[in-house]
Each structure stands twice: as C-alpha cells, then as structure tokens.
C-alpha cells in the first residue's frame, strides 16, 4: 500500500514572528557555542563531512551575507548573497582555521550587524525584491526567515544537546511548511513534529519506515 503524501501547504508567518525566531535562535546558537569548551569545535556535527566548526563558520558568514541583501533592500543596488559558490565556500573554509574564541567573536558581531542592518529598513524597503543565493526572488520581508531558518536548524546540527523539540512550535510548524513544499511530493508521517522536521531535513530520526532524504538546508 503507497503511503500518503505531503503537499503544497501553507503556514501563515509575518515578519515579526521571523524576527522574533532569528533573535531566539541567535541567542540560543550563542549560548550553545559555549558548550564547545567542554565538547569540542572539531567534533563531526549532524552534517556530513561537516565538524562543528564548519557549522559555526557557516552560520557567521551567513549573516555577512544576508547583510548583503539587506544593503540591496536599503540602496536599491544588486549585491548577491556571495560573488559565487565558491566564494561561499572559501569563506567557510577560513572560518575552520579559527580558534573557537574567535568564531565566538564572529557568529557575535556578525548577528549584531545583521540586526542593525534591517532594523533600518523602511517599508518600502521591506518590500523590496532580492535574489537569494539559490536563485530565489524574494522580498526583503523574507531575509528574517532565512536568517531563523539556518540559525535555528544548524544550532540542531551542532550536535550539543539542542533538539528540534528546543524550537518553538510555530517555528516548526513554519519550517515544516517551508521544507515540505520545496522538497515537493514527500511521503507524510505520524510522528510528533519535532520528529517529522527531524527526517524532513534529512538528520537523525527515529522513523524506521521513513525513506532516507538528504540533509536540506
């Protein structure tokens, strides 16, 4: 018998709830780099190939970026999210020859600057449209869900006791949204839903009669 399906759904989320996830997320992410001292940066983390300095450096550089496309809101000139792919990924590769203080002092600065960054947007502003660095077409409205997103789901991924089941629900409830209709026609579960993000985006579960998906994000 075929397993139902999950399809296109939609999950109402404004700007403000984006907003308020990013900065929990980003405090949460802060305080579990702490924990670094204690377990190791150059432990693997939940990502393959990936140690949990790959994901520290990651999410740093990700705010760099994203003040990029909040100067473009602002300024009304293009500027991408990262000249190119591999511009991303050098600049990941810096990060892992850091000392943990100083990647603390980046992820810290790093947020910092993205919050004042949009924090001095307009409406107008806001509604501006930018490119993601998947290509994407997206208001300005949305970097704040970009933001929560990789803060949220890589503080899971640096493996030092946070959970999906640490997230607030309606983040997940969005995140779920959001994987489900860019995944497409996937398989639907019963599961609790810190459980069903968990296969969604491709981490470690405990559906056994799940198929497998690829990490995401």
Known sequence: MSQPRCHRVMMPRTRDDSLRWAAEGTTQFIEAIRALD?????????????????????????????????????TGQVT?????????D???????????THLRTWVQNSAEALGAAWDGLDERQWSTDVVTAQGRTVPASEIPWLRAREVCVHLVDLDVGYGFADLPEDFLQALRADVVNKRGDVPDIVAPLPEQLAW???RPHDQADAPELSPWL
């Open 200 to 202: 969604l985006t491709g």
């Open 90 to 100: 050098a600049g990941i590769e810096r990060g892992t020859s850091m000392s943990l």
């Open 80 to 88: 991408p999210m990262y000249a190119s792919l591999q511009e991303r």
């Open 38 to 74: 204690r377990l190791g940066h150059d432990a693997p983390s939940l990502l393959p190939r990936w140690r949990r300095r790959h994901v520290v450096a990651h999410v740093a550089a990700n705010a760099d970026a994203l003040i990029n496309l909040v100067r473009w809101a602002k």
